[in-house]
């Protein structure tokens, strides 16, 4: 951890830990292993452990204002209460191989799942309703700004959709993005 220009780093007290992400109140995650996750609400001096939902093997988590969610091999989970219980996704978003999660802002969630090919559904309450939201060859990543513009990283090039869902589908562009303070591209 840095809090300057890099040039003066502090060892978290973490071990064997993989991928870092945080959420909007500043929590930060980090996963150990396939089946639990640790959090740390004072910037990484110390930890505690969400088990994820019971017998399944988690490929990604994300969290928003409200709720914490995660992606397994059979399905989409959602917490209310910081990962003591989980509860799976239902109402549109089918059994399938998810390895992907990302949570927007107020209520949008979006999740890819592999069934044969790649399918992109997304939520606008919480992960309660769910609807196909298109597919292709969108698994490299997802990031969604403050107004729930997702952009989907892909072998094509980089996918984006605007947050009402409307007919005019994905719109391709080639090259790199980057996210400024305000969470512009």
């Known amino acids: 951890r840095t809090n300057d220009d890099g040039s003066s780093l502090t060892t978290l007290p973490l071990k064997n830990a993989g991928r870092l992400t945080r959420d909007r109140m500043g929590d930060i995650f980090a996963f150990l292993n396939s089946s639990m996750i640790a959090r740390s609400k004072d910037a990484g001096n110390t930890w505690d ?8 093997t988690i490929d990604d988590f994300s969290a928003d204002e409200k709720d914490y969610y995660v992606s397994t091999l059979t399905g989409v989970y959602y917490s209310t209460d910081e990962g003591t219980g989980w509860r799976r996704c239902l109402n549109g ?9 990302l949570a927007g802002h ?5 999740t890819l799942c592999y069934d ?5 559904f997304f939520s606008t309450d919480y992960g309660q309703h769910w609807a196909m939201g298109g597919t292709g060859n ?3 990543g997802m990031v969604a700004n403050a107004q729930n513009v997702v952009l989907l990283v892909s072998g094509d090039g980089i996918l984006f959709r605007d947050s009402s869902y409307n007919s005019s589908g994905f719109a391709s562009q080639t090259g790199l993005f980057a996210l400024d303070s305000s969470g512009g591209w």
Request: proline share 3%; hydrophobic share 30%.
């Open 93 to 101: 978003v089918s059994n399938g191989n998810y390895y992907s999660i």
């Open 106 to 110: 107020n209520g949008y969630v979006w």
């Open 49 to 56: 452990t969400i088990i994820g939902p019971t017998g399944e």
């Open 116 to 120: 044969g090919g790649q399918i992109l």
């Open 138 to 140: 969108i698994h490299y």
